[in-house]
């Protein structure tokens, strides 16, 4: 099966430009393609996983991938998706970031010669001169298409800032750098991409008369249509000081039924022949296709090894409470004789407030070495918490808060 077949056989194909050229392109591992990502953390998370993956996918059948960072472009903030404008980052911060994403990205793409190359797009986009750049490029963009576009629709609402209306520019820009000088003929994103997307390759064509193509990845969603990656606490980091290892791992086994299949095929790199057959899978087989999916993208991740310890210790947790040794686990700067439950719930993360908190314990969801907690007013005595408690958040979710 040919690298083009296979990653719509995976569901991964969204949106194309030009299907047959496209597929000529990456079949004949004749792709130099880039890949954008907006340095908007310390850390890369989840829907960064998806993109990686498929880098790393072309990589292996013979394609050239470019990584981009945008320590340019992180400078204005992308509004595609977004209801509210992004907070603006310093120089400095932005910088940091870029750093701890290239250290992160070694894990997955192979760079060197005649390998995948990683560019900054401030090496281009700081140095522009605002006249010049409006007299190269300004005549090839339609303000009435922009405001067309999908990336804007939901910030005119609330009011779309001049600021964020020049980042589809700035991307467009971008492709049209790369192509021009390091050839790259095909672009990949997200799906809430393909305005940006288009503009650069509408760009190149109008400046260079060249054709370069662009495709949309699927987002990552699962069966409700939300984005997959948050929890209550937040997003599901790659870096494990800010997502533990272990946290990763059960994030990915206790996915809904339904989403499982679709997360093999789209984050792993399992034959697709195996994943048909786990889809003929039902009840309790289920389960073990979870902690399947869990271990490959934990090893991806973080290692076979770390993979190994994560899987060993979620399962002697599910026995009878057994081996804690990974469990994740908090430091508490409370000083009081006793605690309050709510205040060690929100201080572990495990709820988001003591509202949240409360309603929890009300509802049974919680239990604290073992036993159920039905009382909002329940306190644990500070000699047990300098031993270190265990509790439990519904049937899944562990979690040991000591001081």
């Known amino acids: 099966m040919n690298i083009f077949e296979e990653l719509q056989k995976r569901g991964l194909i969204a949106q194309i430009t030009n299907e047959t050229e496209v597929k000529t392109l990456i079949n004949s591992g004749k792709a130099k393609f880039y890949i954008g990502f907006d340095p908007t953390a310390d850390s890369l998370h989840v829907g960064h996983f998806m993109a990686l993956c498929l880098m790393r996918r072309l990589q292996l059948a013979g394609n050239k991938p470019i990584v981009l960072i945008g320590g340019g472009t992180g400078h204005i903030g992308d ?16 910088n940091h970031n870029c750093e701890c ?36 490029v300004g005549s090839c963009f339609s303000v009435n298409n922009m405001l067309r576009a999908e990336c804007y629709k939901q910030r005119m609402e609330k009011g779309l800032s001049f600021l964020e209306f020049n980042y589809m520019i700035m991307q467009a820009y971008d492709f049209y750098h790369l192509n021009t000088h390091y050839e790259c003929n095909l672009q990949f994103g997200g799906d809430d991409q393909w305005s940006n997307m288009l503009a650069g390759s509408d760009l190149i064509r109008k400046k260079t008369g060249k054709d370069a193509h662009s495709m949309t990845i699927t987002l990552l969603l699962n069966s409700q249509g ?15 000081n800010k997502t533990s290892v272990y946290d990763f791992y059960q994030y990915w086994r206790n996915v809904e039924d339904q989403d499982v299949i679709k997360c093999l095929k789209l984050l792993t790199f399992l034959p697709l022949e195996k994943i048909e057959e786990m889809e ?27 993979a190994k310890i994560a899987q060993d210790s979620a399962k002697a947790l599910f026995l009878n409470g057994g081996d804690d040794s990974n469990m994740p686990t908090t ?29 929890l314990i009300q509802q049974g969801g919680i239990s604290v070495d073992e036993e159920k907690i039905n009382s ?6 500070r000699k047990k918490l300098i031993k270190g408690v265990k509790i439990k958040k519904g049937k899944k979710i562990f979690h040991k808060a000591i001081i």
């Open 331 to 359: 430091k508490l700067s409370f000083v009081e004789e006793e605690v309050p439950l709510v205040d060690i719930l929100v201080e572990c993360k495990l709820t988001q407030s003591k509202g949240e908190a409360k309603r």
């Open 280 to 306: 003929q899978w039902k009840d309790q087989e289920l389960n073990k296709a979870k902690e399947i999916l869990a271990y490959e993208l934990t090893s991806l991740v973080h290692g076979e090894t770390e």
């Open 79 to 94: 509004p595609s998706g977004r209801s509210d404008m992004r907070t603006m980052m310093t120089k400095e911060i932005i």
């Open 376 to 381: 909002i007013d329940y306190k644990i005595d």
């Open 226 to 240: 939300k984005k997959m990656g948050k929890t209550a606490s937040g997003a599901i980091w790659l870096d494990k």
């Open 101 to 136: 994403f290239k250290k992160q990205m070694e894990r997955f793409i192979e760079f060197g010669q005649d390998k995948a190359i990683m560019v900054n797009n401030a090496d281009w986009l700081l140095g522009l001169n605002y006249i010049e750049l409006l007299r190269e």
